[in-house]
C-alpha cells in the first residue's frame, strides 16, 4: 500500500459547524503533515507530526486542531471556520521527520466554508 | 527574498522540446531538494528528488543540483502534452520543513 488516504473528498460546512477530516497511511511511515492549499497557490504547511508527537504548528488559528490518535492516523478537527477557510486540505506522509526521500501525498479534502 | 522562488510562468515549448524549470532557495544548509507535479484539481505528485551537486536523471527528467548557487533545476526532454501542468519546486528548510515555491506553470504544444 503507497497511499495516503483522505476522507471526505469534499466537504460544505456552515461556519457554525463542527467538522473533521481524516488522515490514513499504511506504509509504517512515522512523520505526518497538514497543508492547506488556496487556489493557484503552493501548498502551506500547516502541522507536523513525528512519531505521533505534535513538532510544528505553524501558526495555525485554534480553529483548526490536529489529532494523531496512532502511528496510521491524522485527523484535522474543525469548528467556527470562516469562509477565506475554504480550500484544498492536503495531508500527507514521510517515512521519518527529515522527508528525506520525499512526502507523499493524499488526494485532498476541497472544503467549502458558508 | 522567499524562501523558495521559481518563476510563475507560463512556460510554453512546442511538442518534443525540452522544458527548463528553474528555483531557487535560501537556506545554504538545506540539504533534499524535490519537484512535484501538479495537474488542476489534483494534489502533487513527487516526480524527482536530489541531494548531491550535479544531475540526476529519471527517464525524460534531469533534475540539477548547484548548491554553491543555491539552485536547483528540472529537465523535461521530448516534452508531452500531457506534461503540461504546474511543476511546484520544494526544499526542505531549517532541517525538517518542507517548504513549497509558487510553482511554474508549463504548457506544452501539440
Known amino acids: 500500500d503507497t497511499e495516503v488516504t483522505q476522507t471526505p473528498k469534499h466537504l460544505v460546512m456552515g461556519m457554525t459547524n463542527k467538522k473533521s477530516l481524516k488522515c490514513e497511511q499504511h506504509m509504517g511511515h512515522r512523520a505526518m503533515y497538514w497543508y492547506k492549499q488556496k487556489a493557484k497557490k503552493p501548498p502551506e504547511l500547516m502541522f507536523v507530526?513525528?512519531?505521533?508527537?505534535?513538532?510544528i504548528n505553524e501558526s495555525v488559528p485554534s480553529r483548526f486542531s490536529p489529532e494523531c490518535p496512532n502511528s496510521s492516523l491524522l485527523n484535522l478537527h474543525l469548528h467556527a471556520l470562516q469562509p477565506e477557510d475554504s480550500a484544498l486540505y492536503l495531508c500527507?506522509?514521510?517515512?521519518?521527520?527529515?522527508?528525506?526521500?520525499?512526502?507523499?501525498f493524499g488526494s485532498g479534502t476541497r472544503l467549502t466554508v458558508v | 527574498q522567499k524562501e523558495v522562488e521559481q518563476n510563475s510562468g507560463p512556460l510554453s515549448v512546442p511538442e518534443g522540446a525540452i522544458a527548463s524549470l528553474n528555483c531557487t532557495y535560501s537556506d545554504r544548509g538545506s540539504q533534499s531538494f524535490f519537484w512535484y507535479r501538479q495537474y488542476s484539481g489534483k494534489s502533487p505528485e513527487l516526480i524527482m528528488f536530489?541531494?548531491?551537486?550535479g544531475d540526476k536523471e529519471d527517464g525524460r527528467f534531469t533534475a540539477q543540483l548547484n548548491k554553491a548557487s543555491q539552485y536547483v533545476s528540472l529537465l523535461i526532454r521530448d516534452s508531452q502534452p500531457s506534461d503540461s501542468a504546474t511543476y511546484l519546486c520544494?526544499?526542505?528548510?531549517?532541517?525538517?520543513?518542507?517548504?513549497f515555491g509558487a510553482g511554474t506553470i508549463l504548457r506544452v504544444k501539440s
Open positions: 520544494a526544499v526542505t528548510l531549517y532541517g525538517n520543513k518542507l517548504v
Open positions: 536530489i541531494y548531491s551537486n
Open positions: 507530526y513525528s512519531y505521533e508527537k505534535l513538532s
Open positions: 500527507a506522509s514521510s517515512q521519518d521527520w527529515k522527508g528525506a526521500r520525499g512526502y507523499t
